[in-house]
Each structure stands twice: as C-alpha cells, then as structure tokens.
C-alpha cells in the first residue's frame, strides 16, 4: 500500500506526438500548435511536441518543423521531439526549431523492433551513438525509450536482464534520461514494481519515465505501483489518445486527465489544471472526428454535483 503521498508525480504530455501520430484525420498545423500552447498554460513542465520522422512514415507529424517554430514557449516547459535517427537530430536542432530534448526509441524485443525501426537492435544502438556524438557540446538532452519492455506482441514476455542491459547500453553511450514503455499494454503491478525497483538502482527517479497504455485497463494501476515502487514521471496522452498500429485493438496512452483526476483525489500533487485539461479534451472530438477514450471528460470529477432528482 502507499503511505506518502508527498512527492510529487510529474506528467508529461505527449498527445501531440503520440496522440496525433496514427490519428487518420489531418491535423492542421495551426490547430496542433494551439493545442500545445493551450498545454503549455496548463501547468506541464513537459511536453513532447511533435517528432522529426519522415513523412512518408509519419504524414501526420509531417509538419514538425512548422511546429516547434509555431508554438509559444512557456518558461520552464521542456519540449520534446522524437527522432529517430541523425537526419532526424539534425532537424530537430535547427536554429528556428530547436528542441529542449530528443527521444530516441529502440524496442526490447528484436522482433517489434524490425517491425517498428526496419532494423535490428545492434543498428539502433550503433545510430544512436552517432546522435549522441552530434549533439555533443550542445545543451539539448537525450532521453532514450525502450519499447515494450513489460511485454511484446509477437515474442511475449520479455526478460528484466535484457530491460536492464539496454538501460547500461544507453547509460554507456551518453544519453540521460530513460523511459520505460509499455508499447501496448502488456504491463501488470507486479512487474512494474519489480522492474522499476531494479532500474532505480541504475538511473535516478529524475531521469526515468514511465510510458504506459491503457491496452487492458491497467493503466492507472501501473502508475500507482510504479510510484510506489520510487518512478516519479508519467508519459500521459490528453483524451488517452493514441496506440501502436502492431497491437490490434489497442487502446491508446493512458488518459492525462484522468491520470490528474486519480492524483487529485489521493493527495498526490501535480501541478495541472485539471479544469483546463477537461476543457480541452472535450474539444478533442470536434478537431479528430470522433470520440476519445477518457472517462473523466464525459463523467466530471466527483466535486461537479448534480440537482437533485425532482
């Protein structure tokens, strides 16, 4: 059981990014930008804004550049791309649109890796050096991603050792931040407790993310044993928007307000507006065309009373 609740839970938003990436709606820049600044007011220290892929892989986030030049920055809100290879850093770090932070991704599994990256680990790690090397000297971050690490739709279970070889091989390289993914909701309590316990015995609470879907309704259940077991950071998709295109019928990131929603009542502080959240994620279904995966816009917090029946 947890007993303190007095450190914070620091969520990054990532709906722009994840979110947007498989909707099959065009997202036009304007409003992607207006959505960001809106989350930008919205009292987020993180924010994954977008990614620098290409745009025959990706023609959603296509227009990164016109993002990260687009958007009003707020003082003390990082903001994320993902890359994912060098031509990507090289975008990302462009005078007019430069990143506070690039992500890099690379899968556990061998198998979700050729399907997602079309290549092998050992060539994501061998480019991944080659980002670390060209941003060397500048005052961006890395963080780097492990994709499915609770668990991968083709090889199954996946093995802590190998989690924790990637983490020392990310660590050896460079890079300093690492996230922990749960690409389509394989995840349970129990493993996240113990994994997350022996990572932090390797990399600071400050530097470590958890990414966790919401595939079979786990969830907020990973976020609160991933706290308790030390994790102080969440990846969150406004609306739960999002999922991976190699999971049939998974569900997206776990939903941001309702991630806020969950802190708010046990006491656990995370400095959002929660209101402002709601507000706009009840406007997410007008600008994608259809309905968002979040409970607490269509149910309201439990302080939002109803008349009594007559």
Not at 42 to 62: Q, Y
Not at 90 to 106: C, I, S
Not at 117 to 135: D, T
Not at 254 to 266: A, G, K, Q, S
Request: charged share 20%; hydrophobic share 40%.
């Amino acid at each position: 059981m947890i007993t303190d609740f007095s450190e914070a839970l620091i969520v990054q938003e990532v709906s722009p990014r994840d979110g947007l990436q498989i909707e099959p709606t065009w997202v036009e820049t304007v409003d992607k930008i207006a959505l960001i600044d809106q989350l930008s007011l919205a009292g987020f220290s993180r924010i994954e804004a977008g990614s620098f892929v290409s745009p025959k892989a990706i023609p959603a986030l296509r227009d990164g550049e016109q993002v990260f030049k687009g958007i009003a920055r707020q003082p003390g809100v990082i903001y994320v791309a993902l890359i994912p290879n060098l031509k990507g850093a090289q975008r990302a770090l462009a005078a007019e649109a430069e990143a506070d932070e690039l992500n890099l991704v690379m899968s556990a599994s061998q198998t979700h890796n050729l399907a997602n990256m079309r290549m092998r680990c050992e060539a994501s790690l061998a480019a991944f050096g080659e980002i670390v090397q060209y941003v060397d000297g500048s005052r961006v971050r890395l963080n780097g991603s492990i994709a499915t690490t609770f668990g991968c739709p083709f090889e199954g279970k996946i093995d802590e050792d190998r989690v924790l070889q990637i983490v020392e091989a990310y660590q050896e390289l460079g890079i300093q931040g690492i996230t922990l993914a749960d690409t389509t909701g394989m995840a349970n309590p129990r493993q996240v407790d113990r994994l997350v316990r022996r990572v932090l015995q390797r990399v600071s609470p400050a530097d470590l993310t958890l990414h966790f879907h919401n595939t079979r309704g786990l969830g907020l259940c990973n976020v609160l044993a991933a706290y308790e077991a030390g994790a102080r950071r969440f990846d969150a998709a406004l609306g739960g928007l999002g999922g991976c295109p190699f999971a049939p019928g998974a569900s997206g990131n776990i939903c941001t307000e309702d991630l806020v929603n969950l802190c708010d009542e046990i006491g656990i502080h995370t400095g959002i507006d929660l209101p402002l959240l709601l507000k706009l994620s009840r406007g997410l279904p007008a600008l994608l065309g259809h309905e968002v995966p979040g409970q607490l816009a269509k149910a309201g917090r439990n302080c939002d009373l109803h008349p009594t029946p007559s």
